[in-house]
């Protein structure tokens, strides 16, 4: 009994241990999610601003740009797939790759080979295990991405759709990231950033109600403006989508070591219930022996007596 009752409070040291990891983990997450979303809100008037100036000049102009301009028959497309560079956020990774590879699937049914663009540790070491072929990866960064990292991310994207397929370009962009919606919601989602879907660009540009839209001169010429609005346009979306992944990356670690703290407490509760089962067999065992011995004590001296 005494050496099970030693195994039990050994393990409730154990996990008590790891329940204050888990909790600090949690506080972190918690403290960390604030201010990412603080980031989002801060970022969407510049990217909505951005994207109701790019509708502007495409819609407003006949010019034919390639990044706004659909190929005919369209190749190769790349894929940005946004995950985290750690662990420890429940199914947060999982889902942002299974929207990859669906994606991957519904790309490559249309006779469409996909180029796979990375940012995450976790979503490099995926495909390098099951020897995917990656273009390029970034990690480091993904907890609290600035804007440069938007801009490192966004220049070969830019650069492989600005170049010729037969080139090595592509002909589409698309990207998958997890979207913030609240802190028990996060969802994987994916959209195709390049070529601009016109309508669709132009209903998230869509004014409030009551809202003048200002009109625009272009100078020197729409394409050279397009020439100069499109890679912001593809880089305050990638900051974005990397700021509603970190949001999101934090939210689902907070969620999970909260339920990993919650666990170690019940898993604390019932080994110390089974400690004092333990401790009070020891002690009854401890009785039994005395009064078993004091029992025969008196039978022998009695015994004696006669």
């Not at 919606?181 to 869509?206: C, G, I």
């Not at 890679?231 to 990638?238: A, H, W």
């Amino acid at each position: 009994m005494g050496a099970q009752l030693r195994v039990y409070k050994r393990r409730i040291r154990s996990v008590s241990a790891t329940k204050k990891i888990t909790k600090a983990m949690e506080m972190i997450a918690a403290s960390r999610v604030v201010k990412a979303q603080r980031k989002v809100a801060a970022s969407t008037p510049y990217a909505t601003e951005l994207t109701r100036a790019v509708t502007a000049v495409a819609t407003g102009s006949n010019t034919k740009h390639p990044l706004t301009t659909e190929a005919e028959n369209p190749t190769r497309a790349a894929v940005l797939l946004l995950t985290s560079d750690r662990g420890l956020a429940g199914a947060f990774n999982a889902n942002a790759i299974k929207a990859a590879e669906k994606l991957t699937e519904k790309l490559e049914a249309e006779g469409k080979e996909v180029v796979n663009f990375i940012v995450g540790r976790r979503g490099v070491a995926h495909y390098n295990f099951r020897e995917r072929r990656i273009a390029e990866s970034f990690t480091g960064f993904t907890d609290d991405p600035s804007y440069a990292d938007a801009k490192k991310v966004a220049a070969p994207l830019i650069e492989a759709i600005e170049t010729e397929t037969a080139e090595g370009g592509v002909d589409e962009l698309h990207i998958v990231y997890t979207e913030f919606v609240s802190m028990m919601t996060q969802t994987a989602t994916e959209a195709r950033l390049l070529p601009l879907s016109l309508d669709e660009v132009a209903e998230e540009a869509k004014p409030a109600k009551g809202e003048i839209l200002p009109l625009f001169d272009f100078e020197p010429s729409a394409e050279d403006v397009l020439d100069a609005l499109l890679p912001r346009y593809v880089e305050s979306r990638i900051y974005n989508a990397l700021l509603q992944s970190a949001a999101s990356k934090h939210a689902a670690t907070r969620r999970a070591m909260k339920s990993a703290t919650d666990n170690a407490g019940e898993l604390i509760e019932t080994l110390t219930r089974l400690a004092n089962q333990a401790r009070q067999a020891e002690i009854t065992q401890e009785i039994s022996e005395i009064v078993g011995g004091a029992s025969a004590l008196a039978d022998a001296t009695a015994g004696s007596d006669r």
